[in-house]
């Protein structure tokens, strides 16, 4: 049990180690839910200042280290780049299960009220999921 301790320790140094530390008013951080459509599923990621994030999905439990630009690009968009670290196993609202070292990019356009968001393939908006609305109080 000492064993499992110590590295849960070290897995947890090493998520924030590698992570980006985002200024305290970065609009990704706090909790964001995405209720999908035809389904009573729903996805919560909370973004944490140090860059890391966890995910719940359906039965899915998540974590993952990412980057996000510090400011949007000239069309509006934030870059988002995020690996997964730590995951239960178990299937997400669409079924699947995540697979520990994926690596996703995607780009985020924030609505100018801060209070949701969508996920993009690309920088236009004819590939995006969401919205995602900001959980009130989930401010960091």
């Not at 909790?31 to 999905?57: D, I, Q």
């Not at 996000?68 to 997964?84: A, E, L």
């Not at 697979?99 to 393939?121: A, E």
Request: glycine letters at 8%; one cysteine or more.
């Amino acid at each position: 049990m000492q064993r499992f301790l110590v590295a849960a320790a070290l897995l947890s140094v090493s998520i924030v180690a590698n992570a980006q530390s985002l200024r305290p008013d970065h609009p990704i951080i706090g909790s964001w839910k995405l209720t999908l459509p035809n389904s009573s599923c729903y996805e919560v990621y909370l973004f944490r200042a140090n860059g890391t994030t966890l995910v719940t999905s359906g039965e899915d439990i998540g974590e993952s280290e990412f980057t996000v630009s510090d400011q949007p690009s000239p069309k509006g968009f934030y870059k988002w780049v995020d690996r997964i670290v730590k995951d239960n196993g178990k299937k997400d609202c669409v079924g699947e299960t995540m697979v520990i070292g994926d690596v996703v990019t995607k780009y985020l356009r924030f609505k100018p009220s801060g209070d949701m968001f969508l996920i993009c393939d690309t920088e236009d908006l004819k590939s995006c999921i969401g919205p995602l609305v900001k959980v009130k109080g989930s401010d960091a």
